[in-house]
């Protein structure tokens, strides 16, 4: 069915719950999945390496968090941080990474994205070339 399945990641419930389900569906396929989390570089100067590393280190614990979920069921994992425009990074690294299909929330963590009910998530569902499926937001 599927070999490889994206889950990105902004550290939020949202993320998780589509995380649970990503493992789901790479139990029942055999799939690896991919954690990935984009620093947005329309909110943050990226261009100074120290400006950078704590979002970075924010970043790891987000798809670590993740990651141990797949391999507490066993399931093969990588995980990836990346900086950029957070949708369009997304659809690069389905791109780059020859992913099958998409495993993403609704909503994102912060408040504007919560107004405009998923702007990343609205592109990727647009724009993408391969299966997203969307899980249900959680209340936080």
């Known amino acids: 069915m599927y070999d490889r399945i994206l889950v990105p990641t902004d550290g939020s419930g949202n993320a998780a719950g589509a995380m649970a389900e ?6 029942q396929s ?9 620093i947005d570089s329309r909110f943050h100067d990226t261009s100074i390496g120290s400006a950078v590393e704590p979002l970075r280190d924010e970043g790891e614990e987000y798809v670590d968090d993740l990651a141990a979920m797949a391999e507490d069921a066993g399931v093969d994992v ?5 900086v950029g425009r957070p949708a ?19 909503r994102g963590r912060s408040e504007l994205s919560r107004r405009l009910l998923g ?8 724009h993408a070339d391969v299966p997203v499926h969307v899980v249900a937001s959680v209340d936080e």
């Open 88 to 106: 369009r990074r997304i659809l690069e690294y389905v791109s780059d990474n020859d992913v099958g299909l998409v495993v993403m929330g609704t």
């Open 78 to 82: 990588t995980t990836a941080v990346e």
């Open 30 to 38: 055999g799939a690896m999945v991919h954690v990935l989390h984009v």
């Open 119 to 126: 702007s990343v998530t609205k592109y990727v569902v647009t």
């Open 22 to 27: 990503a493992v789901d569906l790479a139990e």
